[in-house]
């Protein structure tokens, strides 16, 4: 029989740690730092992700009531105390914990085991009313929202009311007699809006508030987190129940948040935030500007000494920093959760490097480069507040760094609403709660009034790496907008902030990048000492000045250059549309070389930039219908104001051309086909290009790709043309120019066809582009809308197949591709060049299939090199020391 329970200091065969998928997150740290480290762990036992998926698959599961109780009847033997004990109640805290961290996405109660009958029992024991009475309240308010559905405003409102009517400062000096008021009246407000009393039995309370964690897997904000985050949805959340601590006991109590390291820059030394006399959801909930960490060791200088020596030990256990949740009772200090903590991309890297020299962690330069994702990278490049002055209109805490400039909305909805309609847009609110992930998500950037360094906006904003700046005292915000001081800012305004500096400016500052930081550049080098002769990365680029910056990003070549591009520039377009409108052989031909003189001059500039590098040249690709007007727009024009002579040619032409699905028309090899004499022209520009970088000292390395051919005897014909332009231009360059001719794999058909198409290709370049949207007949300009999103709400994709490969779809068609064409031509050059060749996810599976480079845009480089490293160790870290 599965067994779904299990305490804190259970024996596992294994380190609870690694248990992860069982017990969660957050459940196996507990039982790390209890059963392993043997800190200082208030007692508890947590409920298996197995329950949860149980609950989910048939509702609650069987003898899953008795283990609780089991569990429940231990706890209570430990702590002495039994919950809702009428004179000295145990109370327990129900927390969700699954294996990946979702701060804030899941729900959690606290105090539950009191009862009109046990709150007295804890004012006796505690000698202090007020405390039993506010612990209560928040229990009723939390287990109302939570588990019976009651909207949380009722009790907020009530509480603000209350506050002002006993003119109390802040929560902590609301007078006992004012909270047994609001015990009453937050059980009137439960029965009014749920239909049912308050629950007075713990058994009860402690189902509810089990169950309500376990449904609360599906919510919506959990499930918008698991999409932003791609986890998957059938894990499922363990349940951590543990007797209460209180930080709001009295004044020598306190709660808060701290990291052995800044989880924003990465500099070595304790970092966080507190409260005293409060409970931890104030810290996170941003509900009371906090105290700096640094200001425990003042205030409770023995449990400081012991925090810190706490954080060295878990920092060297986990070989990571750390983040915590703490709580001192009465002086007494008590952990009440570790994970590794979530880092910008600046601090991701810092430690990385740095933790390759601490002789306490000594990672090694594979697990540095492990240690860092793609999103860390994409938020170093994150852009900046260029030099000038601007007059700061309010400052706060810069929580997640970068610069954002966007209309200011005040709630979610209003932020999500104005994404959607394309506008940029800052989300500002009095602090954010989980209600709010799917504005913060549409937002440029984030602006709160409230809350600290680790808050609930500090913390998404810097997982997600958008700007934030978080307790900004000053701001005070209104339903219409937000004032400082004089100054007026209205919903609609635009304002800019920067989440390095917490300021706030009225109106648009001027962006700039940022300069990415010199670790940045440790790592990718010992990510390229990985993957050399694995995985080559290199960029797709159609000019110069794009080429140089891709070599700058690290390119080991051009793996995607496309010549229609060129074709689209202003001074080209006029003579490509000429080329079309040709009325016989001579007129096109002196088309075609006015196009070969521009695009030999295109293509010296993209050789010059990746000198000794191989470019891959695609020759034109889509229809020719692209470089005509509009066909609706010269239909409308001629039945107005009439049509010149030159413009009733192009509408004629436009009709020529048009065609019902020009994706499946007449399009790149195809073209060739029809007008031969186009790839013959591009293909001698480009030798030409070559033999003049030759002539120059240079060391042009060329790939010419042939587009969409789907079968051996249609790659064969259009190397006619193209053999014949490269023997001419071989010639000339003396046989220095080193040339090899391929194609595009972009059809399902040629990815199974591919033992035949090798037969007379050199090289295959995957286009996953249109490859995925032939695989699953889906348009890609189509379906991104609502069908996408239907699709993967009801869970009959596992993710966008346009952002990530298939492994069993595409990522198999490519793998498939990849092994047939190497049967009949062993030393094929394979590659991938869609959009999916800077995605890390995707570069795995092509890793996985034998590719030798993916190619991407040039500011995916970094990325691609590191992701290209991390599917390395990966598939090594499968085989093992001997299959390396």
């Known amino acids: 029989m599965v067994q779904y ?145 009651v909207e949380g405003e009722h009790f907020d409102q009530l509480f603000e009311a209350a506050k002002q009517l006993s003119a109390s400062p802040n929560d902590a000096q609301v007078p006992s007699e004012v909270l047994r008021y609001l015990v009453r009246s937050y059980k009137q407000i439960v029965e009014r809006e749920a239909g049912r009393p308050f629950p007075q039995d713990p058994t009860e309370q402690l189902r509810g508030a089990v169950e309500a964690v376990f449904r609360s897997w599906n919510g919506s904000r959990a499930i918008a987190y698991r999409r932003r985050e791609r986890i998957a949805d059938d894990l499922g959340t363990a349940v951590n129940v543990v007797a209460m601590v209180f930080g709001n006991r009295d004044d020598s109590s306190g709660t808060g948040v701290g990291f052995t390291r800044d989880p924003a820059t990465g500099a070595q030394g304790a970092y966080g935030d507190f409260l005293v006399n409060a409970q931890g959801e104030d810290v996170v909930a941003g509900i009371r500007n906090t105290e700096p960490l640094s200001a425990l060791g003042e205030r409770f200088p023995a449990v400081y000494s012991e925090l810190m020596d706490i954080f060295a030990r878990l920092e060297a256990h986990y070989r990571d920093m750390c983040d915590t949740e703490f709580t001192i009772e009465q002086g007494k200090l008590w952990m009440l959760q570790t994970r590794v903590g979530k880092r910008t991309g600046r601090a991701a890297l810092r430690m990385a490097v740095d933790m390759v020299s601490d002789p306490a962690i000594a990672l090694s330069r594979a697990e540095a480069v492990r240690r860092v994702t793609a999103e860390h990278l994409d938020q170093v490049l994150h852009p900046q507040f260029a030099p000038g002055q601007y007059e700061v209109l309010a400052k706060g805490l810069g929580a997640s760094p970068g610069a954002a400039v966007g209309r200011v909305y005040l709630t979610a909805d209003a932020a999500a609403a104005a994404a959607g309609r394309g506008e940029k847009v800052i989300l500002v609110r009095s602090e954010t709660s989980p209600e709010d992930v799917h504005g913060m998500l549409a937002s440029e950037g ?97 000019n110069g000045p794009d080429a140089l910056n891709a070599r700058r990003f690290g390119a080991e070549g051009i793996g995607l250059c496309r010549t229609e591009h060129m074709f689209l520039a202003d001074d080209r377009l006029p003579i490509v549309r000429r080329m079309i409108l040709a009325d016989g052989e001579a007129e096109e031909r002196e088309a075609l070389e006015r196009l070969r003189v521009a695009q030999r001059d295109d293509f010296v500039s993209i050789l010059e930039a990746m000198d000794g590098l191989p470019v891959v040249v695609r020759l034109l690709d889509p229809p020719l219908h692209e470089f005509l007007p509009d066909l609706e727009e010269l239909a409308v024009k001629e039945a107005t104001t009439g049509l010149t002579e030159e413009e009733a040619r192009l509408y004629a032409a436009a009709r020529e051309w048009r065609e019902a699905n020009p994706m499946l028309g007449t399009r790149g090899v195809r073209l060739g086909v029809m007008r031969p004499g186009l790839y013959e022209m591009q293909v001698r520009a480009l030798m030409e290009a070559a033999a003049e970088r030759a002539a120059g000292g240079g060391r ?42 391929g194609t595009m794999i972009e059809t399902p058909r040629a990815a199974l066809r591919a033992a035949e198409i090798a037969e007379v290709a050199e090289f295959f370049s995957f286009g996953t582009n249109d490859l995925t949207q032939m695989t699953y007949g889906f348009s890609r300009d189509d379906v991104e809308g609502r069908l996408m999103s239907t699709y993967l709400a009801e869970g009959l994709i596992p993710a966008n197949p346009f952002e990530n490969v298939d492994p069993e779809g595409v990522g198999e068609l490519v793998r498939v591709g990849t092994e047939r064409g190497r049967t009949t031509r062993p030393e094929l050059e394979v590659g991938v060049c869609g959009e999916h060749g800077g995605d890390p996810a995707s570069i795995e599976v092509f890793a996985r299939a034998g590719l030798d480079y993916v190619s991407c845009s040039p500011y995916r480089v970094p990325i691609a090199r590191l992701s290209a490293a991390q599917a390395v160790l990966a598939i090594d870290a499968e085989r093992g020391p001997e299959g390396t």
């Open 5 to 149: 329970v299990f305490d804190f200091d259970h024996a596992h065969s294994r380190p609870p740690m690694e248990m992860k998928d069982l017990l969660g997150g957050k459940g196996a740290n507990l039982a790390e730092m209890t059963s392993v480290l043997r800190l200082p762990v208030p007692p508890g036992f947590t409920i298996t992700t197995d329950a949860c998926r149980a609950f989910m698959e048939g509702g609650w599961p069987e003898g899953l009531d008795e283990e609780i109780a089991s569990a429940r009847a231990r706890l209570e033997a430990s702590m002495g105390k039994l919950l809702g004990d009428p004179s000295d109640p145990l109370l327990v805290s129900v927390r969700s914990g699954a294996k990946f961290s979702m701060p804030g996405m899941m729900d959690t109660v606290l105090n539950l085991g009191l009862n009109d009958d046990s709150v007295d029992g804890l004012a006796k024991q505690t000698s202090d009313e007020r405390f039993a009475y506010d612990s209560y309240r928040r229990f009723i308010a939390m287990y109302a929202r939570i588990v019976m559905g």
């Open 446 to 542: 984030i602006l709160t009034a409230r809350g600290g360094l680790v808050s609930h906006a500090a913390v998404v904003a810097r997982g997600w790496g958008k700007p934030a700046v978080v307790g900004a005292e000053k701001l005070r915000i209104s339903t219409r907008g937000f004032t400082v001081g004089s100054s007026s800012v209205s919903e609609g305004d635009v304002i800019s902030l920067d989440g390095a500096t917490g300021e706030v400016v009225l109106g648009e500052v001027p962006l700039t990048s940022a300069e990415a930081p010199v670790e940045m550049e440790a790592i990718l080098s010992w990510a390229d000492d990985i993957r050399a002769g694995r995985l080559g990365v290199r960029a797709n680029a159609d």
């Open 700 to 741: 042009p390395v060329v790939e010419i790709m042939i587009p969409l051919t789907v079968s051996r005897e249609e790659l064969a014909h259009a190397r006619k043309w193209v053999d014949r332009a490269i023997a001419e231009g071989a010639q000339s360059a003396g046989g220095s120019v080193h040339v090899m001719v």
